[in-house]
């Protein structure tokens, strides 16, 4: 008997959704060539399936299709004051790809999105023509002799994970070569994959930043749907140093769950028996927060998660732990982690 369920679903990426405008782009021929047996489907506009109402999300997620389009201005966003700097440059996020292939309870962008389905932009060349434009702007008063005085930092895994669909289209590769040849752009690449492995070629970057977001393993495992396990990530980034990369470890969100002093100190105290916390360039601290809006659309949905039915607050239109709760949770994770790395290469959001 065949069971009912995930049985009766089409496999990851059946279906791809090209728009007219790039089905000749040399890119979309690419993607189209990784998956000879989907049904290839014209459409005017992405936003004609992405945008559609009354799409489950959760739905969706067990077998997302694939969209092919082309992006229109603008090509980056200024960074949100949900998201942590690091240094004094100008910061931005860009999106060549929209979803991720994970499905984690806590992700933003179950309610930032109306599907789960994902979207390629493929006309890269557009977002590096239009960064470059951008230096231009910010540089245009300064002499001749220094025109990278202003710098840019754009995080480039902002809504998505790039490594992670490097099989797919090769999104890491292109950024990084782009960041070799324009020294006015520190570009930071965030991930929760695996796929080391399929940029080890790439010879390492000064002004490039690999950042590995990890989580305790017992959160990993129920919170962290279709990841890597936290060995693997970690395995990863133990070559990545060894290769030389600049590595940014980011621990975030921190949850409030059960036991979270002793899964927390276990957690760090495993971290740094592996990872010499002397090579990583520095690391990152961030509580559960959300725009509230988002985390109501997530409520709604089938998502069936205990997570996201804790009762936060909500201070100016930002979910979070109340400040009782946070304070306790983010000063015992900064006490422990402090025990491997120094403060200076420690950065906090509450």
Not at 271 to 281: H, L, M, N, R
Not at 316 to 338: D, M, R
Request: hydrophobic share 35%; charged share 25%.
């Amino acid at each position: 008997m065949i069971k009912s369920g995930n049985s009766l679903l089409n496999p990851p990426f059946s279906h791809i959704y090209v728009e007219k405008d790039v089905l000749s782009h040399e890119n979309t021929l690419y993607i189209i060539g990784k998956f000879k047996k989907a049904s290839i489907i014209e459409v005017d506009s992405y936003k004609d399936i992405f945008s559609r109402p009354r799409q489950d999300f959760q739905l969706q997620k067990k077998a997302p299709k694939l969209i092919v389009a082309k992006k229109h201005p603008p090509y980056y966003y200024e960074l949100p004051e949900l998201c942590q700097r690091y240094d004094d440059n100008n910061y931005y996020y860009t999106s060549s790809i929209l979803n991720c292939v994970y499905n984690c309870h806590y992700c933003f962008l179950q309610g930032m999105h109306p599907s789960a389905n994902l979207v390629v932009f493929v006309n890269i060349e557009d977002y590096f023509e239009s960064l470059i434009g951008l230096n231009k702007s910010l540089n245009s008063s300064d002499s001749q002799e220094n025109p990278y005085s202003k710098k840019i930092t754009l995080s480039v895994s902002y809504d998505s994970d790039l490594p992670a669909l490097e099989n797919i289209f090769p999104f890491t590769h292109k950024w990084l070569e782009f960041a070799r040849s324009n020294k006015f752009i520190n570009i930071e690449i965030r991930t929760k994959s695996d796929n080391y492995n399929l940029i080890s070629d790439i010879e390492p970057l000064e002004n490039a930043v690999l950042a590995w977001t990890l989580t305790p393993s017992p959160i990993a495992e129920k919170y962290e749907i279709n990841a890597p396990s936290l060995p693997a990530r970690l395995n990863s980034i133990e070559k990545a140093i060894e290769d030389g990369w600049k590595v940014r470890l980011c621990f975030d969100p921190i949850l409030y769950v059960e036991n979270y002093k002793e899964i927390y100190s276990e957690f760090f105290r495993h971290v740094f028996s592996i990872i010499d916390a002397g090579k990583i360039t520095d690391a990152s601290l961030g509580l559960f927060r959300m725009p509230s809006e988002y985390l109501n659309k997530i409520r709604k949905s089938s998502l069936h998660s205990d997570l996201i039915y804790y009762p936060f607050e909500v201070k100016n239109k930002v979910a979070c732990y109340g400040s009782k709760t946070g304070s306790e949770l983010i000063n015992f994770t900064y006490s422990e982690i402090k025990r491997y790395i120094p403060e200076s290469k420690i950065f906090n959001w509450e």
